[in-house]
């Protein structure tokens, strides 16, 4: 296994090197112009597709009808607030695949009103007004929820990304997603420097809104890390663990490597692999989708 993983890193390298200042059409993260032509041509005879639309269709069109809140941060998990923004995230995701999958414009149109309503709140928000964390967030009670936010979200945009003008692009990269992507990088390194299961999301969420931006700095961070980061050799989370040990390679390459076995098993506790390889899978899709 660990010589599989060294080739997916090589691979990864490769790509990027190739990637740098590519200049990539939308969408391109996860979902491309051609597999949503191939989907829209297999519209009506795939039933168990089609029920899965229309299901997806009905929650989106409800949050549609709802209107948007984002309301200002407070809560922990399970709290209204937290509970709003998740939703909030996961629905715009959607959203921007049935934009791709039907072309119908009042989704491209929710997904811009939304993305704005953060721009304009994102810029004064503090950070979470919780404190149990060892890496407060903004929107959420810690940075692993942000960075989920991110990796979702990016994928929203890449589907509107041609829908949207570039003076609106420049506004929600300058405003929203450049400093959304630094403050759980730059500003949270014990959270997004180690090799953990929350700095796999970071690491993720980074190098997927790059990817959109076409980003080659982001890029860098996401796979590597940040260079010096300033954090103490031995220094612990609120949960006892190590943020920083001597030598430890960081970054999204150094998180597909070392929490895994020989035999391929990932020893981070059994829950997690289901939840990590979300964001193992996207960006790597990702970075393969943009190149290709």
Known sequence: MTKHIRVLQIFICVLLISFSGHSQDHPSLILTKEGVQKIRAELGNVPLFDATLA????????????????????????????????????????????????????????????????????????????????????????????????????????????????????????????????????????????????STWGNAAVGMIGLVMNDDELIQRALYGIEDDGLPVGAKDNDGGFIKTEGQEVGFLANIDEPFSPDGYYTRRTLLPKICHVSFLNFCRGIAQCEA
């Open 55 to 198: 299901k997806v269709k009905a929650e989106v069109d409800a949050e549609i009808a709802l209107g948007i809140e984002t309301p200002i941060p407070k809560d922990f998990s399970g709290g209204y607030t937290h509970s709003r923004h998740k939703l909030n995230f996961q629905t715009l995701q959607k959203a921007g695949v049935l934009y791709q999958i039907l072309d119908d414009e009042k989704y491209a149109l929710y997904i811009k009103d939304m993305l704005f309503q953060y721009e304009a709140m994102y810029k004064d928000l503090p950070v979470h007004p919780q404190t149990r964390s060892y890496a407060r967030g903004k929107l959420f009670w810690q940075c692993l929820n942000d960075s989920n936010w991110l990796v979702y979200v990016s994928q929203a945009y890449d589907c509107v990304y041609d829908y949207l003008s570039k003076k609106e692009r420049k506004q929600l990269e300058k405003n929203l997603f450049r400093p959304f992507a630094d403050f759980i990088s730059i500003e949270n390194p014990q959270f997004y420097n180690r090799v953990h299961n929350h």
